[in-house]
């Protein structure tokens, strides 16, 4: 039966290797964003008869995988096999090292064994070979990232950490991050909290929140809110847009302004939507505002963080850029025509694009959280903008395919109006200066770099 075999060495205690393991968030960390697959059911860890449920995908049909844990030996290994999925036979086994007191490594060895005997080994043996190589490569640096970030801010100790829009695409990530560090991470919702559950209800269009589940909390990251590319923007949903943001970060600010014990940050999402179109303008946190919708929006949404402002609150105004990520946003949605080769610069392709990875986008919030020096309007978006000529070329590239086929402005303002112009037609050439001023490291600050990481290329 065929071996699989991916190893990596780590500059830290072993121990600190085993316990990222070992808490919670670690299993959606290692899933490779581009496979769409999400945990269904979690009983345990690592140890033995721990069982985890995943749905996935496997070419076009979805697929349950569960598996069971077994052979755990503290410290030094862990097992998972296959009672059900796409696999004959799958035995993972998790193999830790102490290389000395400051060093280790990790072994990832699978025994697998293909359906249809040699027959699916023939057709399917390559491809998955190429699949788990790309995993575990992705994996094993997912893994090198989080013990450094998690170090750099190790004498902060563990937080208990308010998260709202923990469902979207950037907050699941962001929960799982934190929780690899030790933080207890409660999430705001809309639904009433399960028993047992550390989630906490809020409704932000009744104007209802459970205040007395927000005490003892120390920070708060706040990124609900209506997704602003869902779709043309009639006036009812550029009001359910400005709303979400206004009333949502308002009702939030208030209450925590209110709590006997306050927390020390708030983190709140905003946009580089709020500087407009500007062409080849630099914009950095000290420049003026734009006109346009967006502009509205960030200018009502940083405004409603006030009450936790002036009671006292280092309050973080982060100005996102596009998320790149293939979980959704933007490169979602470019990958299925630039797979094809039909993909290519938009409108002119003259107009800045201001990205950040999900990577670093973690990054960012995980360093707003405890960097005290930070507060403010803060851009997160990378220090090397691109054009969007320059983009589709690079992400063509990154594909193997042709990204030559332009979409014409007249046709994205016929498609998406008034959405389509400032989103995809607006200019923004916007660098992160105090993010760079507070020392920030950015992992994957160019373009390449970070969507082959993110695309697993």
Known sequence: MPVFEKHATYPVPVQDLWDW?????????????????????????????AR?????????????????????????????????????????????????????????????????????????????????????RYRHAVLGHDLSRHADFHNHGPKRIIVSGATGLVGRSLCAFLRTGGHAVDRLVRRNPERGSLDIYWNPD??????????????????????????RWTPE?????????????????????????????????????????????????????????????????????????????RTVMLRIGPVLTPAGGMLEKLLPPFSLGVGGPMGSGNQWLSW?????????????????????PVNAVTPEPVTNREFARVLGRVLARPAFAPLPAAVIEALFGEMGRETILGSQRVLPRRLAASGFPFLLPDLESALRFELGR
Request: net charge negative; charged share 25%; aromatic share 6%.
């Open 52 to 136: 985890v449920v995943l749905r996935m995908k496997v070419g076009p049909m979805p697929v349950q995988w569960t598996a069971v844990h077994e052979a755990y030996d503290e410290g030094r290994r862990f097992r998972d096999v296959q009672v059900r999925g796409p696999f004959a036979r799958w035995v993972h086994d998790h193999l830790f090292e102490a290389l000395d007191s400051e060093s280790c490594s990790l072994t990832d060895r699978v025994d697998y064994k293909l359906p249809l005997g040699p027959v699916g080994q023939f057709f399917g043996g390559g491809f998955v070979r190429s699949t788990l190589e790309r995993n575990m």
């Open 206 to 231: 009744r104007g209802e929140i459970d205040a007395a589940s927000l005490e003892g909390a120390e920070a708060v990251v706040h990124l609900a809110g209506e997704n602003v590319a869902g779709g």
């Open 21 to 49: 393991h070992l808490r919670p968030g670690a299993l959606e960390r290692m899933i490779p964003p581009w496979e769409h697959a999400r945990v269904l059911e979690q009983q345990g860890t690592v140890e033995n008869g």
């Open 356 to 376: 950040i990875s999900m990577e670093d986008m973690l990054g960012v919030i995980r360093h707003a959280l405890f960097t005290e020096s930070l507060s403010g």
């Open 237 to 313: 949903r550029k009001a359910a847009i400005l709303e979400s943001r206004r009333v949502g970060t308002r009702l939030l600010c208030e209450t925590l302004a209110g709590l006997k014990v306050k927390p020390s940050v708030l983190v709140s999402a905003s946009g580089t939507g709020a500087y407009g179109n500007r062409g080849d303008e630099v914009l950095t946190e000290d420049s003026d505002l734009g006109e346009g919708f967006l502009v509205d929006v960030a200018r009502e949404w940083e405004a409603a963080t006030a009450p936790a402002r002036e009671a006292g609150i």
